[in-house]
């Protein structure tokens, strides 16, 4: 309910890939492939005081109503209706037969009627079925889809990007070139599937004189539905395109890039590699060549599209002049992906292509620049608040103001002191003995025994460091304590015994 909170006309695509249709009588609606005219336009109308429902008015202001006249007698569908009324908002307030309440089922809606508790039906089969609209709840698992419609936004309120908690449970926000958008308005948090939140498109687009180019430029990651009502997938195996039904998946997702000074763009699938249109044949003696992923050295034209508008879809045109294909039939041609020119009529919507926009680029802000640095006047020390020169100094201490906290900070910015005394090598260390210290700037033990050897002239030394459990000597043999923490050491010639190994 919440996706038509936002849109002031939509179309409605049933199961057959036709569209709901105000008839030339005004008084009756069917089913037509035209999509392109004002007739298959549908109004939303909100109801006051019931959040949940909505009506549906023709471009000529006639109502979609669930009328309680049968289709055929002794079948259990009903009419579907345009019905008009002089006083619009006491007889709609009284008649449920105008209202419609929206269910989401996956990406589609079913729209159920007030009155009757039935669904608005798009039938098929033979005459007098054939292209017709009732209201009727499906009791065979064979019509099941035929109460499930597709909704194409042609003119919108507001356009925003919408993205579930989950990633791949979105509401589809489809755009047509023609879509009008305008300025950003908040949408609420307890919409369906889930909780949604929107980000902000920025600009605008006009009605009916935007390009799909220009489409582009506002979509950061789009999925692409075929005539065939399935999704261009990048396949599992990184490197070929298909067609499936399940639009949901990482896999249906494109990345949209931008070519700098060009009316062309690139997709990038989720294994972050280009649709390209190759020169391998699909079949030998076919037309039609390759679609595939690859991620080229060098980007070049094999891997660029330009988007060209076709009614409420596009087309993509490859460098070579050739279009983005999804074929049908038997098996191999069944799913598969092409680039060729349709050269039958039968053949000419396999070019086509719906663009459902799951992400908006939104543009970055622009960071204020500094303002300029200008050269110091004669009167700027006049001026507290802006003054031409700055002074770095460090603080000034008196001999009875220096601290031993603030002389050993900057000793440690530069090393560790080590402090060390030197046994005789018979006994063990006077601790009486005078301690000497200098700065060690290195980080390994042999950096330090070679350091000590300069500081007290003996050659042969072991490294040593007091237990202070026991009193007893231990060599170093590996690491020094981090952090440069300064250390307290025994030089003991290499023959002595007190370094216990």
């Given at each position: 309910m919440e996706f038509f909170n936002k849109a002031k006309s939509?179309?409605?695509?049933?199961?057959?890939?036709?569209?709901?249709?105000?008839?030339?009588?005004?008084?009756?609606?069917?089913?037509?492939?035209n999509g392109s005219s004002r007739r298959a336009w549908w109004t939303v109308e909100l109801v006051q005081g019931k959040s949940h429902v909505i009506r549906l008015r023709s471009f000529h202001g006639k109502y979609l109503i669930a009328s309680d006249e049968?289709?055929?007698?002794?079948?259990?569908?009903?009419?579907?209706?345009?019905?008009?009324?002089?006083?619009?908002?006491?007889?709609?307030?009284?008649?449920?037969?105008?209202?419609?309440?929206?269910?989401?089922?996956?990406?589609?809606?079913?729209?159920?009627?007030?009155?009757?508790?039935?669904?608005?039906?798009?039938?098929?089969?033979?005459?007098?079925?054939?292209?017709?609209?009732?209201?009727?709840?499906?009791?065979?698992?064979?019509?099941?889809?035929?109460?499930?419609?597709?909704v194409d936004v042609v003119d919108i309120n507001v356009v925003?990007?919408?993205?579930?908690?989950?990633?791949?449970?979105?509401?589809?926000?489809?755009?047509?070139?023609?879509?009008?958008?305008?300025?950003?308005?908040?949408?609420?948090?307890?919409g369906s599937p889930s909780s949604i939140r929107s980000v902000s498109m920025g600009s605008?687009?006009?009605?009916?004189?935007?390009?799909?180019?220009?489409?582009?430029?506002?979509?950061?990651?789009?999925?692409?539905?075929?005539?065939?009502?399935?999704?261009?997938?990048?396949?599992?195996?990184?490197?070929?395109?298909?067609?499936?039904?399940?639009?949901?998946?990482?896999?249906?997702?494109?990345?949209?890039?931008?070519?700098?000074?060009?009316n062309v763009l690139r997709f990038k699938s989720c294994y972050g590699k280009y649709l390209t249109a190759s020169n391998m044949p699909f079949l030998l003696g076919m037309t039609g060549k390759k679609v595939l992923q690859t991620l080229p050295n060098r980007l070049d034209s094999s891997i660029e599209w330009e988007p060209i508008r076709e009614g409420f879809q596009v087309r993509l045109k490859t460098h070579y002049g050739q279009f983005l294909r999804a074929n049908g039939g038997l098996p191999p041609w069944r799913n598969s992906i092409t680039h060729d020119i349709p050269h039958r009529t039968s053949t000419q919507d396999w070019i086509l292509w719906d663009v459902d926009v799951i992400e908006i680029r939104v543009p970055s802000p622009k960071r204020p620049r500094p303002p300029p640095v200008t050269a110091p006047t004669s009167d700027s020390s006049s001026e507290p608040c802006s003054p031409a020169k700055i002074e770095l100094t460090?603080?000034?201490?008196?001999?009875?103001?220096?601290?031993?906290?603030?002389?050993?900070?900057l000793v440690k910015a530069e090393g560790r002191v080590i402090y060390y005394r030197v046994s005789n090598g018979e006994e063990d260390v006077d601790d009486a003995r005078e301690e000497l210290s200098?700065?060690?700037?290195?980080?390994?033990?042999?950096?330090?025994?070679?350091?000590?050897?300069?500081?007290?002239?003996?050659?042969?030394?072991?490294?040593?460091?007091?237990?202070?459990?026991?009193?007893?000597?231990?060599?170093?043999?590996?690491h020094l304590p981090p952090n440069n923490t300064d250390m307290r050491v025994v030089v003991v010639r290499s023959t002595s015994s007190e370094a216990e190994e």
């Amino acid at each position: 309910m919440e996706f038509f909170n936002k849109a002031k006309s939509v179309r409605l695509k049933s199961h057959l890939d036709k569209y709901l249709f105000a008839d030339e009588d005004d008084e009756t609606v069917r089913q037509t492939r035209n999509g392109s005219s004002r007739r298959a336009w549908w109004t939303v109308e909100l109801v006051q005081g019931k959040s949940h429902v909505i009506r549906l008015r023709s471009f000529h202001g006639k109502y979609l109503i669930a009328s309680d006249e049968p289709f055929l007698l002794g079948m259990t569908g009903k009419k579907v209706l345009l019905r008009e009324t002089n006083n619009a908002t006491s007889a709609k307030s009284n008649d449920t037969a105008f209202e419609w309440e929206p269910r989401t089922e996956g990406f589609q809606i079913k729209l159920r009627s007030v009155k009757g508790g039935k669904y608005l039906r798009a039938n098929g089969g033979m005459p007098p079925w054939r292209n017709t609209v009732t209201h009727d709840v499906p009791n065979r698992t064979a019509t099941q889809n035929w109460i499930l419609w597709n909704v194409d936004v042609v003119d919108i309120n507001v356009v925003e990007h919408m993205i579930t908690e989950d990633d791949d449970d979105f509401v589809s926000c489809r755009l047509s070139p023609t879509s009008s958008l305008s300025s950003f308005s908040e949408w609420s948090d307890n919409g369906s599937p889930s909780s949604i939140r929107s980000v902000s498109m920025g600009s605008a687009f006009g009605v009916d004189r935007e390009s799909s180019m220009e489409l582009f430029h506002k979509a950061r990651v789009v999925r692409l539905r075929s005539h065939h009502d399935k999704y261009l997938l990048a396949d599992d195996d990184e490197e070929t395109v298909v067609q499936d039904r399940n639009g949901s998946v990482r896999n249906a997702r494109w990345s949209v890039e931008l070519v700098q000074h060009a009316n062309v763009l690139r997709f990038k699938s989720c294994y972050g590699k280009y649709l390209t249109a190759s020169n391998m044949p699909f079949l030998l003696g076919m037309t039609g060549k390759k679609v595939l992923q690859t991620l080229p050295n060098r980007l070049d034209s094999s891997i660029e599209w330009e988007p060209i508008r076709e009614g409420f879809q596009v087309r993509l045109k490859t460098h070579y002049g050739q279009f983005l294909r999804a074929n049908g039939g038997l098996p191999p041609w069944r799913n598969s992906i092409t680039h060729d020119i349709p050269h039958r009529t039968s053949t000419q919507d396999w070019i086509l292509w719906d663009v459902d926009v799951i992400e908006i680029r939104v543009p970055s802000p622009k960071r204020p620049r500094p303002p300029p640095v200008t050269a110091p006047t004669s009167d700027s020390s006049s001026e507290p608040c802006s003054p031409a020169k700055i002074e770095l100094t460090s603080p000034k201490f008196s001999e009875g103001d220096q601290s031993s906290d603030f002389d050993g900070s900057l000793v440690k910015a530069e090393g560790r002191v080590i402090y060390y005394r030197v046994s005789n090598g018979e006994e063990d260390v006077d601790d009486a003995r005078e301690e000497l210290s200098f700065t060690f700037k290195g980080s390994g033990v042999e950096e330090l025994k070679q350091k000590l050897k300069e500081e007290t002239g003996l050659h042969d030394v072991v490294v040593c460091s007091r237990n202070p459990l026991n009193g007893k000597l231990y060599p170093l043999r590996l690491h020094l304590p981090p952090n440069n923490t300064d250390m307290r050491v025994v030089v003991v010639r290499s023959t002595s015994s007190e370094a216990e190994e």
